[in-house]
């Protein structure tokens, strides 16, 4: 496996997002859950989304697909991601100079894979992943993806501690946080409108290390010409509410309002709005209890 994603990555970026882009219409346009889903969850965001957006919608869910072996393999990032360098880094240098380390919120829009890689080039970051239940492929994706100043950390209590610590050293993290959580670990917030079980892991974070809080996302350029970095800081300043439930609609709010900027590029197909078990019902405002593993 290591060998054949090695073999794609060194074709052009180009080439690889147009295969990606079609193999993403094909799948969008066969008929089960898979399609319905994404014109489901794009048409309930953006009531007038053409058909022509919702392909693109699935081409661009392809192309990050084919994109992972072009930088999982690559000891270098291979691609331009512009407006990095003169707008987002001082944003971030500014805020992680305060020492508390650095909330990084990367969600399924555009390609959040050369995010970590660039931040990595400069400063540290640890990036928090779900690993797979095989402890093999759990151990290749954490190998392929780790660089250096690049640590993977699993969606685990040593994973989470990991985050703990790298933020009390002042470095920063990175989490994708429109991922749904397993039941008891989130809030119902409303994403779009719709209550969606969002992840209460970024308020329990910043409640214990002071780290504010940045939500990120590269656009993908057309025909392999590389990325545009976009950046919006959570709330004030960084800091999210000090209540857990409007700190996660304060989050979702902020994806929302990235995901505006791009809406063909935004993973649609995912189940953001699934209830997962042990999960409560939508309006109940029962918090979750504190994780003292991660303290």
Not at 85 to 90: A, E, Q, R, V
Not at 164 to 192: C, M, N, T
Not at 281 to 290: L, R
Request: proline share 9%.
């Amino acid at each position: 496996m290591t060998f054949l994603f090695w073999l794609i990555s060194r074709l052009p970026l180009g080439l690889l997002q147009a295969v990606g882009g079609a193999l993403g219409l094909l799948a969008g346009r066969l008929p089960g859950r898979y399609g319905q889903r994404l014109r489901e969850n794009f048409r309930h965001a953006f009531p007038d989304a053409t058909d022509a957006m919702i392909d693109e919608a699935a081409r661009s869910a392809g192309r990050m697909i084919v994109e992972m072996p072009y930088f999982w393999s690559r000891r270098k990032i291979g691609a331009r991601l512009y407006g990095f360098d003169d707008y987002m880094w001082p944003e971030l240098e500014q805020l992680q100079s305060r020492g508390k380390g650095l909330i990084i919120l990367t969600p399924h829009l555009g390609c959040f894979e050369v995010l970590p890689q660039s931040h990595a080039l400069l400063r540290p970051v640890t990036a928090l992943f779900k690993p797979p239940h095989q402890p093999w492929l759990r151990d290749w994706i954490e190998k392929m993806r780790t660089r250096p100043n690049m640590h993977m950390a699993p969606a685990t209590p040593r994973g989470v501690r990991m985050l703990v610590k790298a933020l009390k050293r002042g470095q920063a993290v990175g989490i994708l946080p429109d991922q749904v959580p397993s039941g008891g670990e989130g809030h119902w917030a409303p994403f779009f409108g719709k209550p969606a079980y969002t992840m209460a892991l970024v308020h329990r974070l910043q409640q214990l290390t002071g780290a504010p809080v940045v939500a990120v996302f590269a656009e993908r350029l057309p025909r392999g010409a590389g990325y545009r970095a976009h950046l919006r800081v959570i709330h004030g300043g960084g800091m999210l509410p000090d209540d857990p439930a409007e700190a996660a609609a304060v989050i979702n709010q902020t994806i929302e309002e990235l995901v505006a900027l791009c809406p063909t590029q935004y993973l649609w197909a995912y189940n953001r709005y699934k209830h997962p078990a042990g999960a409560g019902a939508p309006g109940d405002s029962a918090v979750p209890a504190t994780d003292q593993s991660i303290s």
